[in-house]
């Protein structure tokens, strides 16, 4: 009897709140990803470095990866409903005036305050997931509401800087804090009332750090972040250098990567539920590694860079989302804990990339970021076997 209803009700469609908090994680996609978009203008208009105009990535990282647990304690008895209009709110409001700030030391910790909202959203929108839908479509509705960071590479991150390069940065942000609003009445509007995951206790908090499958799975997340935005976060700037990109070849380019990083995600959310979290997860690493390792060829031309791109794109947003449920299916009942973590893991990781990144492109080796990056991604895949053997033999 059981396993003959678990098909009908996999397939089932996924309530319509799930669509809001998609389209909130492509808004909060969209507005992290602004700054990489637009980096080279935001150097130009502010006269800064690239590496100093780095550090607005830096920066914002270093608050939603403490932030996101920090919040994750505060916010706990808050009905879902509220706690994820009110921080959409005000992602829009700090990023409008964002866009208004006339200089870098007015901008840095504008952008610092204005990401409050991912380390609240995204964990929390995540955790909710639990109790929105039965236990069969958790695995499948993580990843559809993850999409939102998929589609924000497909349309956010190309639009930010197809705007930055012809309006400038101001407006790619401007457009940013108009979703945020916009999303934040679609949220308010399908979210139900009284969702609320159970309270994180010290106990909770406790099991939570206690666990060496979970904290290693989290650890995974860091190093897979940390590889990638060791390169990613000066796309724009390496694709100028190297290439010799204009504005509307940099929007392609990200429209592409964001594309098969869509395509990636769409295709993990249909089969993640047979293959296994945890080999999904090595899979998108492994098709990133590979583009890590053939990232030279991309010197070559304009579409020898987009074919080296395709298995990052991939594995890119899938990865994170298998990540998610991966840690979710471990232990349902400590996913607002583990959720936050993870989202910790994954813009600490950013951080601490993007702070290496600028390090070395300081030094003048911007042509040796992917070398960097693809011993991270070695090291994070390795630590995922190594986590799914110890949770197999628990």
């Known amino acids: 009897m059981h396993t003959s209803t678990l098909p009908s009700v996999a397939s089932t469609p ?3 709140a799930l669509w809001a908090l998609m389209a909130g994680n492509f808004v909060i996609g969209t507005g992290v990803m602004v700054v990489p978009g637009t980096l080279n203008d935001i150097s130009v208009s502010l006269g800064i470095s690239i590496p100093q105009a780095g550090q607005l990535i830096t920066a914002a990282a270093i608050l939603m990866g403490l932030g996101a ?18 921080s959409l709110i005000w992602y829009g409001v700090l990023t ?4 208004v700030a006339p200089s870098y030391t007015a901008l840095l910790p504008l ?9 609240i959203f995204t964990p929390q929108a995540a955790a909710s997931v639990g109790l929105l839908v039965p236990p069969a479509q958790r695995g499948r509705a993580v990843t559809f509401v993850f999409l ?13 800087a197809w705007i930055g390069n012809d309006l400038g940065w101001r407006w790619a942000f401007a457009l ?5 609003l916009m999303s934040a009445a679609w949220v308010w509007r399908e979210m139900p009332n009284g969702i609320r995951p159970a309270a994180l206790s010290r106990k909770a908090w406790g099991k939570t750090l206690g666990s060496s499958a979970l904290m290693l799975t989290v650890g995974v997340t860091l190093l897979m972040s940390f590889a990638q935005f060791t390169l990613f976060s000066y796309f724009a700037p390496y694709f100028v250098q190297t290439l010799g990109m204009s504005g509307g070849a940099l929007s392609l380019m990200f429209l592409w990567f964001g594309a098969f ?14 293959i296994g979290a945890p080999r999904a997860a090595l899979w998108m690493m492994s098709a990133m590694a590979i ?21 990052w794109a991939i594995g890119c947003f899938a990865a994170n989302s298998a990540q998610q449920a991966r840690l979710v299916n471990l232990s349902p009942d400590l996913a607002s804990a583990t959720i936050s973590l993870n989202t910790s893991a994954m813009y600490g990781g950013q951080g601490l990339g993007a702070a290496l990144g600028g390090v070395l492109i300081a030094q003048g080796q911007m042509l040796r970021l992917h070398e960097v990056g693809l011993v991270m991604m070695g090291l994070a895949m390795a630590l995922s076997v190594w986590a799914a053997r110890r949770t197999m033999r628990a």
């Open 69 to 86: 647990p920090m919040f994750a304690s505060v916010v706990a008895g808050w009905d879902r409903r509220r706690l994820l209009t009110l």
């Open 148 to 160: 939102g960071w998929s589609v924000a590479s497909v349309m956010g991150m190309p639009l930010s």
């Open 291 to 311: 583009s890590l390792l053939l990232w030279p060829l991309g010197r070559l031309g304009f579409w020898q860079q987009a074919l080296v791109l395709v298995p």
């Open 261 to 274: 990083g869509f395509l990636g995600n769409v295709g993990l959310s249909r089969w993640i539920d047979q």
């Open 14 to 16: 996924l309530p319509r």
């Open 111 to 119: 952008r610092v305050l204005a990401v409050i909202a991912p380390a």
């Open 176 to 180: 940013v804090a108009l979703m945020s």
């Open 96 to 99: 409008a005036i964002c866009a």
